[in-house]
T-cell receptor
Framework: KAGVTQTPRYLIKTRGQQVTLSCSPI?????VSWYQQTPGQGLQFLFE???????NKGNFPGRFSGRQFSNSRSEMNVSTLELGDSALYLC????????????FGPGTRLTVL | AQSVSQHNHHVILSEAASLELGCNYS??????LFWYVQYPGQHLQLLLK??????LVKGIKGFEAEFIKSKFSFNLRKPSVQWSDTAEYFC??????????FGTGTRLKVLA
């Protein structure tokens, strides 16, 4: 069974630009969560989607948004990039999203210059 | 608000030493508890999890963790570490919601 895939793996952008990251969950998994990982901060929860609906959202500004498609694939968008957005963005999938084990992708390393 | 605390940010051990990494959470209700590991250059993977039942859970690679409800703790242990255990370890809590709260991680370095 294929794991969680994320594209692109690396991205370099400049301040003010916007970026879209993609995540394909494990087949059969309907819940997709996004996290921002930075040194010293651990994983900060961004949002979670299930059946194309956002069920929970973390404490990030509105520049961070996401969506999920009918095939459970998910995208995350960050508009008006800031230097502080440089981080590893992780996607995790699970069957139902409530107490399940989450399976993580390799992440997208975003660098904002 | 729910939170997870990992008290040890950096741990350095020699091979064969015993390991215990602390994890405390703040939430009064029923929780699911996880330990994840991130080896250098690899993505996060599950070490072990506790949902219910026996509070002592065993995971992969000889790791185990004990859930102590009265202390809101879920400490990770390994009797004898190996060089290959060098990694970052994350404790996570899910309070039966759609949100998982992670600790800030503990970087373990094992000296050969």
């Amino acid at each position: 069974k294929a794991g969680v895939t994320q594209t692109p793996r690396y991205l370099i952008k400049t301040r003010g630009q916007q970026v879209t990251l993609s995540c394909s969950p494990i087949s059969g998994h309907r819940s997709v969560s996004w996290y921002q990982q930075t040194p010293g901060q651990g994983l900060q929860f961004l949002f979670e989607y299930f059946s194309e609906t956002q069920r929970n959202k973390g404490n990030f500004p509105g520049r961070f948004s996401g969506r999920q498609f009918s095939n459970s694939r998910s995208e995350m968008n960050v508009s008006t990039l800031e230097l502080g957005d440089s981080a590893l963005y992780l996607c995790a999938s699970s069957r139902q999203g409530t107490g399940d084990t989450q399976y993580f992708g390799p992440g997208t390393r975003l660098t904002v210059l | 608000a729910q939170s997870v605390s990992q008290h040890n940010h950096h741990v350095i051990l020699s091979e064969a030493a015993s390991l215990e990494l602390g994890c405390n959470y703040s939430y009064g209700g029923t929780v699911n508890l996880f330990w994840y590991v991130q080896y250098p250059g690899q993505h996060l993977q599950l070490l072990l999890k506790y949902f219910s039942g026996d509070p002592l859970v065993k995971g992969i690679k000889g790791f185990e963790a004990e859930f102590i409800k009265s202390k809101f703790s879920f400490n990770l242990r390994k009797p004898s570490v190996q060089w290959s255990d060098t990694a970052e370890y994350f404790c996570a809590v899910n309070a039966r919601t759609y949100k998982y709260i992670f600790g800030t991680g503990t970087r373990l370095k094992v000296l050969a």
